[in-house]
């Protein structure tokens, strides 16, 4: 993060841009978005290294208001774009942003197996349990029983845990922060692009034209724990958790802090826990196919020579052509 008596290049009005903004009053989306471009700021990261990628719903917006690169993909297809950015141009900081139903429903399958490739790439999911821009169905992160005021009946099925999907699929960098606390979500999302691996923050983010059950005065209540009046919300770290496994090549301890990262995310409680779950180095998808396969290089598919000087393609295909001649 910059110091404060660094000269900053870039202000975080340079991370803003111009284009018109449709969500709703009061959407948590803003405050991750301010979040986000406050981050970049505090990172002094070059607009023009940074891409943003998104899938669609009302949080894959992100991508135009932001002043960066961006990329408004499919839906669910927001990490498949994402990695091929970042195997294509490894100097380039690829952030995807997308909702709990575009990540945990249509694109459940690319979110698991991003995390088995342990590409670099940070993903912001802004979880808030409904379909925001179909008007509200429930989503893949809405507990069964629950009825907000969008839905004609309880939802009638299970509601999945991200985190722990995220940890048994291979996630490197496992978080949950808060839309509207500013702070915490600034060093989450720092920690986040810092970390080298496939980083997940899950955002809570009250959606309050859908979701009446949990929106900004729920998270701002306290709630009683035996016998004592607490904030609903809380950072683990404060209670002394530390998710960072210290020694990667001691499989013990990466073991140990796994499990309790397990424990911790699966724990039934009224209050919402944030900070970082578990976080542990591990080679990138880019670093194990270099070790895979020599020939590749240190510089991994992205520096393959694929032309030479005078730019004619040094890949012969004319054998793969061949043999779909008819
Ligand atoms: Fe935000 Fe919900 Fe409005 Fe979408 S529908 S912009 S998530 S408040
Ligand atoms: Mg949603």
Request: hydrophobic content about 40%; proline content about 6%.
């Amino acid at each position: 993060m910059a110091s404060e008596t660094q000269t900053l290049t870039y202000k975080v009005t340079d991370y803003k841009s111009e284009a018109h903004n449709d969500w709703c009053p009061g959407c948590g989306d803003f405050g991750i978005l301010s979040a986000l471009q406050h981050t970049l700021a505090d990172l002094q990261l070059d607009p023009w290294r940074v891409a943003v990628c998104s899938g669609i719903g009302c949080s894959s917006k992100t991508p135009h208001f932001v002043r960066t690169y961006g990329v408004h993909t499919l839906h669910g297809r927001s990490l498949p774009f994402a990695a091929g950015l970042k195997l294509a141009n490894p100097s380039l900081e690829v952030i995807v942003v997308g909702g709990d139903g575009d990540g945990y429903g249509i694109g459940v399958g690319h979110f698991v197996h991003a995390g088995r490739r342990n590409v670099d790439l940070t993903y912001i999911v802004h979880n808030n349990e409904v379909y925001g821009l179909t008007k509200g169905q429930a989503s893949p992160t809405l507990q069964q029983g629950l009825q907000p005021k969008s839905l004609p009946a309880p939802n009638v099925l299970q509601g999945v845990n991200p985190l722990a999907m995220a940890l048994s699929a291979g996630y490197t960098f496992v978080a949950r922060s808060y839309a509207f606390d500013a702070k915490h979500l600034r060093a989450t999302l720092t920690a986040a692009i810092r970390h080298r691996g496939m980083a997940l923050v899950d955002v809570l983010q009250p959606c309050p034209t859908y979701n009446d059950l949990h929106d900004k005065e729920y998270f701002a209540e306290l709630v009683e724990i035996e016998g004592r009046k607490v904030p609903r919300v809380y950072h683990i770290e404060d209670e002394g958790y530390d998710g960072k496994v210290a020694d990667p090549n001691d499989e013990r301890e990466v073991q140990f802090k796994l499990r309790a990262a397990f424990e911790r995310v699966m724990r039934h409680e009224e209050r919402a826990a944030l900070g970082v779950f578990f976080q542990v180095r591990r080679p990138t998808f880019d670093e194990r196919l270099a070790r895979a396969i020599p020939a590749l290089g240190a510089g991994g598919p992205a520096a393959l020579r694929i032309a030479d000087a005078s730019g004619r393609p040094t890949t012969d295909l004319s054998s793969l052509v061949r043999e779909y001649l008819v």
